[in-house]
């Protein structure tokens, strides 16, 4: 079974802030395949589908960004899904808005999220894509003011085209390895 993880903070108070561009890419593919995350269970909502021959599951983690890991770990556990079966989804803010890039591994970035599932699953070895977010234009803004604001109406298109793209790679991945899919998205 492959899992895709979608990153963000649970409630309607942060539902289209930058920080949670992974679970917009989640609610794209739920709207794709009319699926609805059926299951709760370890601090994650999520289903399990069939999509042609793939078995998948989709995830968002209801412990707010900085504890993500305390949601994966246990799911990886309970369904025995290896490292190597999981796509994780995330803001990044040095790429611009909307840009997407995809990676095998690598370190958290400064990323309160991705630190949190590198330090339960034990490992910095998981595949992940990344959506940019941009960096705010003012210095009187803090990152963390910044991540949890709503993305301005002229940056919605852009990070719509992101979202887009990313819930494409992910269904790309689903047929083909991720090097593959890695080099036709991050072009």
């Keep these: 079974m492959k899992c895709i993880i979608g990153l963000g903070n649970p409630g309607k108070k942060y539902e289209n802030t930058r920080h949670n ?24 909502d999520y289903t ?45 803010l040095d790429l611009p808005v909307g840009k997407i890039r995809l990676r095998q591994k690598g370190g958290h970035g400064g990323h309160n999220g991705i630190r949190s599932i590198i330090n ?30 709503s993305f301005p109406k002229n940056e919605l298109e852009e990070v719509m085209q992101g979202v887009r793209k990313a819930a494409d790679a992910c269904e790309a991945w689903l047929n083909k390895p991720f090097d593959e899919v890695m080099n036709e998205y991050n072009k």
């Design 21 to 44: 561009v992974g679970f917009m890419v989640i609610d794209e593919l739920l709207k794709r395949y009319q699926w609805k995350l059926d299951k709760t269970k370890f601090k994650g």
């Design 48 to 92: 399990i589908a069939q999509l042609e021959t793939e078995k998948v599951m989709l995830i968002k983690p209801q412990t707010f960004m900085n504890l993500s890991g305390e949601a994966v770990r246990p799911l990886m556990d309970y369904y025995n899904i290896d490292l190597e079966n999981i796509l994780i989804i995330f803001d990044d």
């Design 120 to 149: 339960h699953v034990g490992s910095k070895d998981f595949k992940r894509i990344r959506i940019g977010i941009g960096r705010p234009q003012t210095t009187s803004l803090t990152i963390v003011d910044y991540v949890l604001q």
